[in-house]
T-cell receptor, first 116, second 110 residues
Framework: GAVVSQHPSWVICKSGTSVKIECRSL??????MFWYRQFPKQSLMLMAT?????????EQGVEKDKFLINHASLTLSTLTVTSAHPEDSSFYIC????????????FGSGTQLSVL | GESVGLHLPTLSVQEGDNSIINCAYS??????FIWYKQESGKGPQFIID?????DKRQGQRVTVLLNKTVKHLSLQIAATQPGDSAVYFC?????????FGDGTTLTVKP
């Protein structure tokens, strides 16, 4: 069964609004979670590393004020896309390392964001 | 800079045949590699991993080969089935994060 739960699966919003995506680790604690972005027929691009109890680490070129990450508990990380625009439309995926799986990641089911 | 890339973007095989998906990496310091499978509209799914101190690792119907001399990684799928149709990514793990290659789309013909 799934070990990482991500919600919502898809969301449609108007330009200028904010959207929150949740990522939960099920039955295990994840001090670190990762947020990826994927455009159609492209690979996954790491956006940021979410650290429980501290600030997220953003990859070069990712706007931290636009993509707000909060990791307030050991089982929940959230990504908020603020003032979304059509170019933010993408597939967003979170992941976490499972304690006994080494550095292999378990991924959520992804969130398809469409900004009108 | 470091990169992880795949040789071919698409691969089509007949059901029952073996599939080989290749991947090249450029960071010689990489010490851990993972193969993922991604079905349409879903998140990637862990298939198999290998550490740099190994040359080969086998799982259920899958084998990963690592050639550190030429910085090449491959995934072999035995007796490919229609359910294997997906995009396959290799990833290199280091410094607490994973870097993904471009992906190979595997299509299995019945």
């Amino acid at each position: 069964g799934a070990v990482v739960s991500q919600h919502p699966s898809w969301v449609i919003c108007k330009s200028g609004t904010s959207v929150k995506i949740e990522c939960r680790s099920l039955d295990f604690q994840a001090t670190t979670m990762f947020w990826y972005r994927q455009f159609p027929k492209q690979s996954l691009m790491l956006m940021a590393t979410s650290n429980e109890g501290s600030k997220a680490t953003y990859e070069q070129g990712v706007e931290k004020d636009k993509f707000l990450i909060n990791h307030a508990s050991l089982t929940l990380s959230t990504l908020t896309v603020t003032s979304a625009h059509p170019e933010d439309s993408s597939f967003y995926i979170c992941s976490a390392s499972f304690p006994t799986r080494g550095r292999g990641l378990f991924f959520g089911s992804g969130t398809q964001l469409s900004v009108l | 800079g470091e990169s992880v890339g795949l040789h071919l973007p698409t691969l089509s095989v007949q059901e029952g045949d073996n599939s080989i998906i290749n991947c090249a990496y450029s960071n010689s310091a990489s010490d851990y590699f993972i193969w993922y499978k991604q079905e349409s509209g879903k998140g990637p799914q862990f298939i198999i991993d290998i550490r740099s101190n190994m040359d080969k690792r086998q799982g259920q119907r899958v084998t990963v080969l690592l050639n550190k001399t030429v910085k090449h990684l491959s995934l072999q799928i035995a007796a490919t089935q229609p359910g294997d149709s997906a995009v396959y990514f290799c990833a290199e793990s280091g410094a607490g994060k994973s870097t993904f290659g471009d992906g190979t789309t595997l299509t299995v013909k019945p």
